[in-house]
């Protein structure tokens, strides 16, 4: 059964829109739409396998071992799901940008790693 995001995420997740967004205005006034389009790809992709992530890690275990292999296994998936969405995205769009791409995707993966620093009340 889906939980709510916790705080943490949440609060994450706002920033990593907000930082798409961004990224995606950027790249459509440096490179035009197929750099807008590159630049909302990059941060869906690192945005998707965020939230994946989340969901794996949020599963309830019993041991403090369990949590260590669920924040591992959360680690893995997340990398996984985002090699591969870089892969399907760069294979299927032949005019993307990839400095757009590859900018939107790295800044919102570093806002994801921001999450341990976000209280959660």
Do not use: C
């Not at 949440?10 to 907000?18: H, K, P, S």
């Not at 798409?20 to 389009?37: E, I, P, V």
């Not at 949590?67 to 591969?84: D, N, P, Q, T, Y």
Request: glycine residues 12%; aromatic residues 10%; proline residues 2%.
């Amino acid at each position: 059964m889906l939980r709510p995001l916790s705080r943490p995420i949440r609060v994450v997740l706002f920033w990593q829109l907000a930082a798409t967004a961004a990224m995606t205005a950027a790249g459509g006034f440096l490179a035009g739409g197929h750099g807008a389009l590159s630049g909302a790809a990059g941060g869906v992709i690192s945005i998707s396998a965020g939230l994946v992530a989340a969901w794996v890690a949020a599963r309830r275990v019993k041991s403090a071992g369990g949590v260590l292999i669920g924040a591992l296994a959360a680690e893995a998936v997340k990398i996984g799901l985002a090699v591969l969405l870089l892969w399907v995205v760069l294979a299927n769009y032949a005019h993307a940008v990839i400095g757009a791409i590859l900018a939107s995707f790295v800044v919102t993966m570093l806002i994801f790693g921001m999450a341990f620093f976000v209280r959660d009340y």
